[in-house]
């Protein structure tokens, strides 16, 4: 490689440009907390179409407990937005989102039991 052809090379290097990769591209995280004097503890994070509950997570238990998404700590019942059972009260676990939900829509993790309509513990997402 000659002079002329280097200085070619390196000068198309600093116009390349920059690719952004949005925030949520590395995945958002929380912290669950309680509601309806249930104890929900631990940490969650929702990455490529997963929410993953870490090893941490802790739940004192319900009927029917269910994973679901929402916003602003909220979930809306009735909504199609409750998309698993909770395999087990305690420790690491992976959900699938379905591919018709947008994990980008959503702020919230919530757990939630369908049989009594009331929220179990959420995490808001950052």
Same mark, same amino acid.
């Given at each position: 490689?000659? *002079? *002329?052809?280097?200085?070619?090379? =390196? @000068? @198309?290097?600093?116009?390349? %440009?920059?690719?952004?990769?949005? /925030?949520?591209? /590395? !995945?958002? &995280?929380?912290?669950?907390?309680? $509601? &309806?004097?249930?104890?929900? =503890? !631990? ?11 870490? #090893? ?6 319900? +009927?029917? +407990? ?9 979930? #809306?019942? !009735? ?13 690491? $676990?992976?959900? &699938?989102? %379905?591919? &018709? ?6 702020? =919230? ?9 009331? %929220? ?5 997402? #950052?």
């Amino acid at each position: 490689m000659n *002079r *002329r052809t280097f200085i070619a090379s =390196t @000068a @198309a290097l600093a116009v390349t %440009p920059f690719i952004s990769i949005p /925030a949520f591209a /590395a !995945g958002r &995280s929380g912290t669950f907390k309680g $509601q &309806s004097n249930h104890v929900t =503890t !631990g940490s969650v994070t929702v990455k490529d179409g997963k929410i993953i509950l870490g #090893k941490d997570f802790d739940f004192d238990g319900a +009927p029917d +407990p269910r994973v679901a998404l929402g916003n602003g700590g909220k979930f #809306k019942a !009735g909504s199609k937005n409750d998309f698993a059972v909770l395999k087990k009260n305690k420790g690491s $676990q992976t959900y &699938s989102i %379905p591919a &018709s939900m947008n994990e980008a829509d959503f702020d =919230t993790v919530i757990i939630w039991c369908r049989k009594f309509t009331v %929220p179990l513990g959420y995490a808001k997402l #950052k």
